[in-house]
């Protein structure tokens, strides 16, 4: 596992309104204090050959759902960033993995986690396909592990509170209305 801090609390992220369109730049942490402020994020799920999903369990130390489990990869381009540069980029930095990513659907969604803050964004959401061994970045996430899809249903029927309000969100969508695209990379 790699150590290096890619992420920062003064990082200025790109507020939208809710039809995507930019409307200034905002630092992170402020983002994400009481209800949140809207800004561009994205998520991105990659799946291996066997057709199971790469998952990973947030660093405990994080501030919002820390030690949660997680799609692979999810965060926000910073100004000046393309949703498409930013994906990848953070692939790389956080995962240890070079894929082509596939843009899919954008959704708004609010959650708040205790009274720790909330995430309020407008998240664009990307797949891909990869038999490389990830390669973590420990400053950043806790453990890996491949599910199955039947197995990540299955977690989601049981309402288990150690997933991301927006892995249930998003999962739900790839599977019911974009289950073509699944298909190509592999998924059942």
């Given at each position: 596992m790699r150590a290096e801090v890619v992420s920062f609390s003064d990082e200025l992220l790109i507020l939208v309104d809710s039809d995507d369109r930019e409307i200034g730049y905002l630092d992170k942490e402020s983002c994400h204090n009481g209800d949140g402020k809207l800004h561009r994020a994205f998520s991105v799920f990659i799946f291996n050959s066997e057709g199971k999903l790469l998952l990973q369990q947030r660093k405990s130390s994080k501030r919002l759902w820390g030690g949660y489990w997680a799609n692979t990869c999810c965060s926000h381009p910073r100004k000046g960033e393309t949703v498409d540069g930013a994906s990848k980029r953070r692939l790389l930095e956080e995962v240890g993995l070079e894929t082509p990513l596939k843009w899919l659907f954008k959704f708004e969604y609010h959650a708040r986690f205790r009274d720790l803050g909330s995430e309020f964004e407008l998240c664009h959401v990307l797949v891909g396909k990869?038999?490389?061994?990830?390669?973590?970045?420990?400053?950043?996430?806790?453990?890996?592990?491949?599910?199955?899809?039947?197995?990540?249903?299955?977690?989601?029927?049981?309402?288990?509170?150690?997933?991301?309000?927006?892995?249930?969100?998003?999962?739900?969508?790839?599977?019911?209305?974009?289950?073509?695209?699944?298909?190509?990379?592999?998924?059942?």
């Amino acid at each position: 596992m790699r150590a290096e801090v890619v992420s920062f609390s003064d990082e200025l992220l790109i507020l939208v309104d809710s039809d995507d369109r930019e409307i200034g730049y905002l630092d992170k942490e402020s983002c994400h204090n009481g209800d949140g402020k809207l800004h561009r994020a994205f998520s991105v799920f990659i799946f291996n050959s066997e057709g199971k999903l790469l998952l990973q369990q947030r660093k405990s130390s994080k501030r919002l759902w820390g030690g949660y489990w997680a799609n692979t990869c999810c965060s926000h381009p910073r100004k000046g960033e393309t949703v498409d540069g930013a994906s990848k980029r953070r692939l790389l930095e956080e995962v240890g993995l070079e894929t082509p990513l596939k843009w899919l659907f954008k959704f708004e969604y609010h959650a708040r986690f205790r009274d720790l803050g909330s995430e309020f964004e407008l998240c664009h959401v990307l797949v891909g396909k990869s038999d490389a061994a990830p390669d973590p970045n420990d400053t950043e996430i806790e453990a890996l592990r491949w599910v199955s899809p039947s197995e990540l249903d299955a977690e989601l029927e049981r309402d288990d509170h150690l997933l991301t309000p927006w892995l249930a969100i998003e999962w739900k969508r790839l599977r019911s209305e974009f289950s073509d695209d699944l298909s190509e990379l592999g998924v059942r």
